[in-house]
């Protein structure tokens, strides 16, 4: 006898946090509808707008990893005391051999900044968060934060690097450290996670492709040639480029052209690429801050070698909270 779908309705409620974030994917074996989304503007005085969009990514073997985006709504003003409804009917999500449906909401808003670093006391729930610029907040602001990196030590279930807050959720400020108005470190009360603790990360970069003939050599011969993978540590600034049979030696020198590498950060929790360097980078050949991009090469091996490209302590985004979301979705099993 067959089994009848089974119906599930569930409901998400999330701020509208710094970047772009995915706030629903439809899961293996599952159909939904959206039936109903708005975002309102909980700030005062304030005139953010917000985007909000459909993702098809391919599943096909041929095909797997392509995305096609549609906005429903871009850059969308939402005035103070108001909200605006999105969806207000039926918005069907699929999931199946060939597609995988999901949505994200962006958001852009007055006061936000990068943070620098995150002190996490996972006994006692407290987070002390330092950031780039003054902040501006007060005790008992409300926040968002968006795209910080921790590892997450002592723990068998094997986390490694995991990208936080996650669920997305607002914050009350505690505490304002130094003098308030100037002042570049507060704590919120993150809640406890028993027996993990958490050391934060700058941002965590993950290869996505070079340009051809990105790599110059300026001393030692060869070139110019396109790496097949890169990987960028923003604590100590050193970036490893994998190039086959390069031939390069220690001490040898090289560029990089401007925009020749792209990335994917966890600042915005991997969702959308960036090209470097950029011409205001260390390591831009128009910066003259190192050496105008010629750049010495170290722990040459016969197919990497690394160079550094300056540190980046930025890893994650706050700001206070203007808007929140409400999603109402419709789950139908197809299993």
Do not use: W
């Not at 990893?65 to 906005?71: D, I, P, V």
């Not at 069907?92 to 900044?113: F, H, Y």
């Not at 002042?183 to 996505?208: E, M, N, Q, R, W």
């Not at 604590?235 to 020749?260: K, R």
């Amino acid at each position: 006898m067959a089994v009848a779908p089974l119906n599930k309705f569930i409901t998400i409620a999330v701020p509208v946090a710094p970047g772009r974030q995915t706030v629903y994917t439809a899961p293996t074996g599952v159909s939904a509808i959206v039936l109903y989304a708005s975002v309102a503007n909980v700030g005062v005085n304030t005139y953010p707008t917000v985007t909000f969009t459909h993702n098809r990514k391919s599943t096909a073997n041929k095909t797997a990893g392509n995305l096609r985006r549609t906005r429903l709504v871009k850059n969308a003003e939402i005035p103070p005391n108001d909200s605006l409804i999105i969806v207000d009917g039926r918005l069907v999500l699929e999931r199946s051999a060939l597609v995988q449906d999901s949505v994200t909401v962006e958001g852009v808003q007055s006061g936000i900044v990068t943070i620098t670093d995150v002190d996490y006391n996972n006994i006692s729930g407290v987070a002390t968060v330092t950031t780039m610029d003054p902040h501006g907040f007060s005790e008992d602001s409300e926040v968002t934060m968006s795209g910080i990196a921790f590892t997450c030590g002592g723990y068998s279930g094997g986390i490694t690097t995991s990208i936080f807050p996650t669920p997305q959720r607002p914050f009350i400020v505690d505490s304002i450290v130094d003098t308030v108005g100037t002042s570049k470190t507060f704590t919120v009360d993150a809640g406890i996670v028993k027996d993990i603790p958490h050391t934060y990360l700058p941002a965590v970069h993950t290869f996505v492709s070079a340009v051809q003939d990105s790599v110059t050599v300026i001393s030692g011969g060869g070139g110019p040639f396109t790496p097949s993978s890169a990987n960028y540590n923003g604590a100590t600034g050193v970036l490893q480029l994998t190039i086959a049979s390069h031939g390069l030696s220690n001490g040898n020198t090289i560029s990089i052209a401007d925009y020749g590498l792209t990335f994917r950060c966890s600042m915005d929790n991997y969702l959308t690429d960036h090209p470097y360097p950029r011409p205001t980078d260390p390591a831009s050949t128009s910066n003259a801050q190192l050496s105008n991009g010629v750049l010495t090469i170290s722990n040459v091996t016969t197919n990497t070698f690394e160079v550094n490209v300056g540190t980046s302590p930025s890893g994650g985004r706050v700001g206070p909270l203007q808007m929140e979301l409400i999603m109402s979705i419709l789950e139908n099993s197809t299993s």
